[in-house]
Nanobody, 126 residues
Framework: QVQLVESGGRLVQAGGSLRLSCAAS????????MGWFSQAPGKEREFIAA????????NYAESGKGRFTISRDNAKNTVYLQMNNLKPEDTATYYC???WGFGNFVRTTGDQYDYWGQGTQVTVSS
């Protein structure tokens, strides 16, 4: 089992920045591809970003390209999502997820992930 705990979500004004963190425990963190997803009320879960087990490969949804950066620190068992130039439409609960990593591969759909955190709320005011 992998336990994931997100933090860093809060209310922020449009144009502001946030850094979300996800702390992992339970298994060897560096064996897992990590992803961030979001879900707004009444909407389906959306892929945001993913990073390979060594951090050498990343993938982003179009909505976050140029504004969001995913990174990881395997020594700290933590994955991050730096969010810049936030927009009201970014308002959602953000979840991190883990799945067994194969080489430099990243996974971009939720059904490919095995472990999920409880989420952290991001609210962007206009």
């Amino acid at each position: 089992q992998v336990q994931l705990v997100e933090s860093g979500g809060r209310l922020v004004q449009a144009g502001g920045s946030l850094r979300l963190s996800c702390a992992a425990s339970g298994r060897t963190f560096s064996n897992y591809c990590m992803g961030w997803f979001s879900q707004a009320p009444g909407k389906e879960r959306e892929f945001i970003a993913a990073i390979s087990r060594a951090g050498t490969n990343t993938n982003y949804a179009e909505s976050g390209k140029g504004r969001f950066t995913i990174s990881r620190d395997n020594a700290k068992n933590t994955v991050y999502l730096q969010m810049n130039n936030l927009k009201p439409e970014d308002t959602a609960t953000y979840y991190c997820a883990a799945t067994w990593g194969f080489g430099n591969f990243v996974r971009t759909t939720g059904d490919q992930y095995d472990y999920w955190g409880q989420g952290t709320q991001v609210t962007v005011s206009s």
